[in-house]
């Protein structure tokens, strides 16, 4: 059975770092795209980042660009959200999920997604 889980949220100061990592089992990581969403209190999930299976294409949400980086070890089956330059804003409870494929945009990924993790919570104080 698939298990993906998330880590490395918690609490930070606006203009913070964290890294969230995702740990995968039993997933054939090469043949999905990783990607990030998270819900803030009162609004629906958003995506956030996608990266395709080969670790070159990347997509980020408006909100996040310039701020957040994905990345990905398909050795580790890990995939990681750096996140600088915290707001506010970014609090929410963030997710790490396996699509089929990235599309060319973050707009409808979540229609893509197969698989879900958890979540963890971030909380960014101003």
């Known amino acids: 059975q698939v298990q993906i889980t998330e880590s490395g949220g918690g609490s930070v100061q606006a203009g913070g770092s964290l890294t969230l990592t995702c740990t995968t089992l039993?997933?054939?990581?090469?043949?999905?795209?990783m990607t990030w969403f998270r819900q803030a209190p009162g609004k629906k999930r958003e995506g956030v980042s996608c990266?395709?299976?080969?670790?070159?294409?990347?997509h980020y949400a408006e909100a996040v660009q310039g701020r957040f980086t994905t990345s990905r070890d398909n050795v580790k089956n890990t995939a990681d959200l750096q996140m600088n330059a915290l707001k506010p804003e970014d609090t929410g409870i963030y997710y790490c999920?396996?699509?089929?494929?990235?599309?060319?945009?973050?707009?409808?990924?979540?229609?893509?997604?197969?698989?879900w993790g958890q979540g963890t919570q971030v909380t960014v104080s101003s």
């Open positions: 999920a396996a699509a089929s494929t990235c599309l060319d945009t973050i707009q409808g990924l979540e229609n893509w997604v197969e698989h």
């Open positions: 990266i395709e299976w080969n670790g070159v294409t990347k």
């Open positions: 039993e997933l054939e990581f090469d043949n999905f795209a």
